[in-house]
DNA sequence: ATGTAAGCGAGACGGTACGTCACGTCTTCAC
DNA sequence: GTGAAGACGTGACGTACCGTCTCGCTTACAT
């Protein structure tokens, strides 16, 4: 069984990995300044000082590139930290999320990028993958946290939690394009807190 | 100083208002298939059967009249009936905006429109006062008929209850692309009331 | 009778014509200098000052350009004057034929012509009918006159006649890249107009 | 004295000179295809099966590569055999230069040669050296041996006599691109022997 | 009623970017 | 150290639109 690894004939030439790298850095600047559909290729190559066929070579055309570079725009979330409290987690779940959202070169890619996805299935789930998944899975334990601690029934509604964790955020500032202040976080960690505690004590 | 006004003598010719309205219909067509920038002038007038020229003279960019076409995708927001609840009023406004941003050509344009607005301050100018005020409005008045009820108190937090009409969807439909089943908006409606109403009987 | 002429609706754009000269002019000067492998449109265009588009609007490809261009390169060929001899009448054709060869520009596109005619059908005829045919045109005169004056027999071989007026200096310059001088010239018509006249006392 | 080719003292690694004949037989065959500007070094090494390194370490360019492997068309020109007339061996070395030329390889590649060679001292040189040259001594042994005979007086132009072998051949087949019949050739054969004898009677 | 300025469809214009291909150089690995 | 593989920067290819422009024709006021 000595085959397997030796389909390859000989020294094959490889991408380097540091270009992609570089490209790829350089691409999500272009994306942030210019948008999707202002970024070009020869600019990206121009300033990578790269020739365009070591863009071809690696993607096979100008929106794979963009949605892989967008694709790595990894959400290094940080873990969401046992505050002690439902309320102290969420204004933390929201800090997070805020702290993302609020970045300039992500905030100005993200709403590019959701645009975009509504054309392109593959960008789309990307997306989901990359950027949505992680940020649910931290809200879930925030929820799973307080479902413990007794602060939550162990019935509330994730789907809806989850999103209202995100929703107000993106909406103000990403589409209302006005500034989150401690204060708005404030205010809405408190309408939140009392939204997920208020089925509680229900009928 | 006879002249200024006295420049033109003689045969008006005016741009021909039914010729606008079907290339701003056929851009609207385009940026909903294409995308802000996939839409090509070409096509556009292409389909419309004028020469570019028409185009031209009417919006000096693509982006112009890009941004006026979606400007123009007026909000043809019905009036916020009466429910006599405030539960059943946010129902309603839930619904109205939902019926919004479900419309397949709106939807996607809205978040092209999004994602431009970040470079384009006019564009930003333009989507606030066009799409978001009157839906704001609309919202107020759902807020000012609770607290004539009695079901909400007069210091209620009106941006972050305006923002949680519209946010939870446009994130649900627009980013994470789900759809919205009536049961998840009653859900929703059962958070949001909640969420407003639990502050009332607060300490 | 209002209609018929009425199908072109209105004032068509029109491919300037000194804007095609122009960019003729400059490909040939490319062509001369460069080769047609190593002519580029994007040279000419540069040169021309017009956008690539001009040319493509023209000629579908860079071949049909070369071609085009070096079809224009007419043959501006004097006529032949009648010099009361034969072998005043050959020496003329020669000298008309070298003037033409030792154009600096001409010499070198024919030969790069005549390599690119054995792989395009439509240059060979091009290159026959714009550059071989006047110039045998011109060597019969000379051949019918001599006749007329009983230097040469009916029956001379045109053929062969016709190729000899060209094809020595053709072969001398174009080929072997030696330079033809006034008394090559003078040898070369000694033993043109012996060969020709030379069946004439035949057995 | 069997050193010089002794250098190499160890793990030889000499280019394989079967490639290098490989190679070189393809690239024949590519040119001859498709002309000097559209041959490919990719199309050669990879129709070689070879790397290209394998080219590039035995010629710096693609323009020495095709030089070279012009340059080994060797011409396997038979040796002219005495057929004991002036006549006859004009229409010898005729048919020697006819077969030559009418090699359908050979007979496109030196066209593009001859293009090529005036833009290149190098290639001119050589294309004299390996394929004017032979050429043209062989030419000269018939001239001698007519002298020898009687039949041609000893200071015959030689030069033009030279050139007139191959001149009319080149330009009816390669220039004219018309078929060289047995019957031209005859007439040829006439009128050339008739040129350089015409002035043996003289005064 | 007519003159005339503007609107109109068409499309050429100089550009920029697309994605492809080949150049000649270089590096890597296998033999 | 030859050789196959192929990545590298470069630059031309031919295409598609950009926004500008000019061209004749049509239309609708203002006289």
Redesign the pocket.
């Known amino acids: 069984m000595d085959s397997g690894a030796r389909r390859?004939?000989?020294?094959?030439?490889?991408?380097?990995p540091e270009?992609t790298d570089a490209i790829v850095e350089i691409t999500l600047d272009e994306l942030a300044e210019k948008g999707f559909g202002r970024?070009?290729?020869?600019?990206v190559a121009r300033r990578a000082?790269?020739?365009?066929?070591?863009l071809?070579?690696?993607w096979?055309?100008?929106?794979e590139l963009a949605v892989d570079a967008m694709s790595r725009l990894s959400v290094p979330l940080a873990e969401a930290p046992d505050t002690g409290s439902l309320r102290g987690d969420v204004r933390a779940v929201l800090e997070a999320t805020l702290s993302w959202l609020d970045d300039p070169r992500l905030g100005r890619i993200l709403t590019d990028l959701v645009a975009e996805a509504r054309r392109n299935e593959t960008l789309a789930r990307a997306l989901a993958a990359a950027v949505g998944e992680p940020r649910r899975a931290r809200g879930e334990v925030v929820l799973d946290r307080a479902i413990a601690r007794g602060e939550l029934p162990a019935g509330v509604d994730r789907e809806i939690a989850l999103d209202l964790f995100a929703a107000p955020l993106f909406w103000h500032l990403g589409v209302r394009l006005l500034p989150v202040t401690p204060e708005y976080l404030d205010r809405l960690t408190d309408v939140l807190t009392a939204a997920l505690t208020a089925g509680r004590t229900g009928p």
């Open positions: 390859k004939p000989s020294g094959a030439a490889v991408l380097r270009l970024m070009s290729m020869e600019a000082g790269v020739g365009k066929s070591a071809y070579r690696r096979p055309s100008k929106q």
